[in-house]
């Protein structure tokens, strides 16, 4: 696959997936029956399974690991965070808890889109 489309198809799919836990989260938020939808909880694991096939195919593209460039590292890092961060607002009993790793989510989306545009490594 030409290094263009499989890029473009890596940033389609970050975006279709940011979308579906912001999405997820204001259904489990609201208590929207939606939250427990078969689909709903099967379609974001295997956006995820493409979006790391994605990231492997851009790693075999450029011929580089993380270990050996410090943005990719913090690229590592920040996914980590993300899915941690994700996993708490998604799996949380007490609100408040919910809403926090929610916000420290989209924070580390944040940290994420900066280190790939920049290819900066910040920590």
Do not use: C
């Amino acid at each position: 696959m030409p290094y263009e489309a499989l890029k473009h198809l890596h940033v389609t799919i970050v975006a279709v997936s940011v979308l579906l836990f912001v999405v997820r989260f204001f259904w489990r938020a609201t208590g929207s029956s939606m939250a427990a939808k078969k689909w709903v909880k099967i379609v974001p694991h295997i956006i995820d399974t493409l979006l790391l096939l994605s990231i492997v195919g851009l790693l075999l593209h450029w011929q580089q690991w993380p270990w050996e460039t410090p943005w990719l590292i913090n690229k590592l890092i920040g996914l980590v965070g993300y899915i941690v961060f994700g996993l708490i607002a998604m799996k949380a009993t007490v609100a408040w808890i919910r809403y926090v790793g929610f916000v420290g989510a989209l924070a580390w989306i944040m940290f994420l889109v900066h280190v790939a545009f920049s290819k900066t490594a910040l920590i």
